[in-house]
């Protein structure tokens, strides 16, 4: 069943049915990237060569000289950066603007999660979370008696400014059959209320604005060729509760004092998180979700918390997205090298694993019939080191993991500021090296 | 019950019975100093049992936590009690960059083994760590960074550190770190990991 789900959200990517073709050639390119990296994902088919698809962050801004203050506030001028990045550049598989998000829009709700270029950080420099405990330790109940209640009355107040007053809405199910129902909605009468409505109003403006120009960009690169490399998002509920709301100092003392409770959290975040994935891709008409993992990493967290905290909510959205023919693309940052076993359990060809750090000739021993792998040139390499020993990298990664399909060429993390030219020695290593 | 027994609560993350026994020894007249030396002893354990892969960051944070109830208990105590120290370490964030995870736990290792650390938080200006420098006469400058895109600000920390005649050893510590990236900016040191940060500081300090 998940089987043919997964061929037909595959056929569907590779399709391209809402994608305007500029010409046959482009249509013929950007279905031979999309099966390219279909035969390395399912491992039942070798791919013709090894597909290349960088982790690009702002690169493509610092690549056509815009600071990260440009791309934020100057929609233009960022996606003439991403048209230009992908062009020059030819990745098998490109990232979109989405990593430059709306400063303005931001700005409209005083987003309180962030400091970004024009907020608290020069313009130059990536805009940068700010992890606190939004939840307290004792709001767990809260929590998990009604998730989405505690989003909308306690969690958004405290991270947008703009939407302080919504502390005194009164919770949505208290709309029912009952005669005084009228009560619920006094709150909306409050003009204070209402100009926080005003924010959310000229919010959704900026993020209709923002939005039109990214899904632009992306109709002009794909109808040029070049496939997305996501198609949707979402993230681990232990990542959820550790960077949305409790901070990784929160949640690691939770693991101590009140892990009955974390669990419980866990369990009423999972079934949410799916949700999430599931939507996003679906609406994208491509299989692919991001899921950036954070805190489950070696040196994090022990085998034992890693297995009981970390891995048992994760798997399930992992298995709930493949279950619905998505593919989990999972972007381990840091090492994964003690964690390699657990992931060992996974179904064969429905996931990617990104690595960073982790070793990558035993992960290609212990994952090799399960997953695809993708990674791992180092950030400091392509920050500081020659064309040429990228290219040397590359050419033994390819060997060592390339070997029989199932790898993807990429950065081991974010690629920002780096020099052109080693991004070009990236991407041509792909097509040096990589034909099977 | 002994000082031996708190080191060993603090090392075994038994929270309930560090803060029981520091309320005992207080109450039994121990000097809260010789108390103090007691979690401190218990710290350099757990930073060693980090370095040996058996503990996590999970027990690095929570080990924070005992120490820091540990430590509201004895504050009053030890007003006027001058602590000694190895030596006096500046740390910072640098410019440009906000995250302070890896550089709290670092503090955290620092002192337990008896530093006494100057911290100068996020964000920090190379102005404000040459101020530090200059006031501190510090022989060791910890500079933490997570984004790559604030290279530049080590390496320009390091330079204005160094332009004003100030040669303290420095260490940067972080995820993507590494020789090349030392040998870049012109530090002394690099770490990826606490235990990294503690040998180095061993090593200036002859400790």
């Known amino acids: 069943m998940a089987e043919e789900r997964q061929e037909r959200m595959l056929a569907l990517w590779a399709e391209g049915q809402n994608v305007q073709f500029a010409n046959e050639e482009a249509e013929r390119a950007y279905k031979e990237r999309v099966i390219r990296l279909k035969d390395a994902i399912q491992l039942k088919k070798v791919p013709d060569r090894v597909p290349v698809c960088p982790v690009t962050g702002l690169f493509p801004a610092y690549y056509a000289g815009l600071t990260v203050r440009d791309a934020m506030y100057d929609y233009e001028r960022a996606a003439a950066a991403w048209r230009k990045y992908v062009l020059d550049f030819q990745p098998d598989a490109y990232i979109g603007m989405f990593l430059a998000p709306p400063g303005r829009f931001f700005e409209i709700l005083d987003y309180r999660l962030y400091k970004w270029p024009g907020r608290g950080t020069p313009p130059h420099t990536s805009y940068q979370c700010l992890e606190s405990e939004y939840m307290k330790a004792d709001e767990y109940d809260v929590l998990i008696q009604d998730p989405s209640d505690f989003w909308i009355r306690i969690y958004l107040p405290r991270i947008f400014g703009a939407l302080k007053p919504w502390e005194k809405l009164a919770p949505f199910t208290e709309v029912l059959e009952i005669v005084m129902t009228c009560g619920s909605f006094i709150p909306f009468g409050f003009p204070e209320v209402q100009a926080a409505f005003k924010a959310v109003f000229e919010a959704g403006n900026e993020a209709v604005r923002w939005a039109s120009i990214v899904r632009s960009v992306d109709q002009d690169l794909q109808g040029q060729g070049f496939p997305a490399l996501f198609g949707g998002v979402t993230k681990a509920p232990f990542d959820i509760i550790g960077d949305t709301l409790r901070g990784t100092h929160g949640i690691m003392m939770d693991m101590y004092r009140r892990p009955e409770k974390l669990l419980k959290a866990l369990d009423v975040l999972t079934p949410l998180a799916i949700r999430m994935g599931v939507s996003s891709a679906r609406s994208a008409g491509h299989p692919l979700v991001f899921i950036p993992l954070h805190k489950g990493a070696d040196g994090f967290l022990s085998d034992k918390q890693f297995r009981t905290f970390y891995w048992p909510s994760l798997k399930k959205v ?43 000739a035993r992960a290609k021993e212990v994952l090799g019939d399960v997953a695809c792998l993708a990674g791992n040139v180092p950030i400091t390499l392509l920050t500081l080191g020659t064309p040429q020993e990228i290219k040397d990298y590359c050419k033994h990664l390819i060997n060592l993991v390339g070997k029989g399909g199932g790898f993807i060429l990429s950065s081991g993390g974010v690629i920002d500021d780096i020099n052109p030219e080693n991004m070009r020695a990236l991407i041509e290593s792909a097509k040096e090296f990589g034909g099977y | 019950m002994s000082k031996e027994a708190l080191s060993k609560a603090m090392a075994e993350l038994e929270e309930e019975q560090v803060i029981a026994l520091v309320k005992e020894l207080l109450g039994s007249g121990v000097a809260p100093l010789e108390i103090v030396k007691a979690l401190q002893e218990g710290m350099v354990e757990v930073g ?91 022989p060791l400058v910890g500079m933490s960074v997570l984004l790559t895109s604030c290279q530049g600000a080590l390496k320009e920390t390091i330079e204005a550190l160094r332009a004003e005649g100030l040669n303290p050893k420095v260490i940067i510590g972080g995820n993507y770190v590494n020789e090349t990236v030392k040998k870049h900016v012109g530090a002394d040191y690099f770490a990826t990991t606490a235990s990294d940060g503690l040998k180095a500081a061993a090593e200036v300090f002859g400790a």
């Open chain 1, 318 to 360: 992992i298995m709930g997205l493949i279950e619905e023919g998505l593919v989990p693309f999972l972007f381990a940052e840091g090492g994964y090298n003690s964690r390699l076993e657990v992931i060992s359990e996974l179904p064969r060809g429905k996931t990617v694993w990104l690595f960073e750090h982790t070793d990558m």
């Open chain 2, 48 to 138: 060693n049992r980090f370095e040996r892969g058996d503990y996590f960051l999970s027990e690095l944070v929570m080990a924070g936590e005992i120490m820091k109830g540990a430590m509201d208990i004895l504050e009053p105590h030890l007003a006027g009690e001058s602590t000694e120290h190895k030596g006096t370490i500046v740390i910072g964030t640098v410019r440009g960059d906000i995250h302070d995870l890896g550089k709290n736990i670092v503090v955290m290792l620092l002192k337990g083994a008896g530093y006494k650390v100057v911290d100068l938080g996020v964000d920090v200006p190379k102005e404000k760590f040459v101020e530090a420098v200059k006031e501190t006469g510090a």
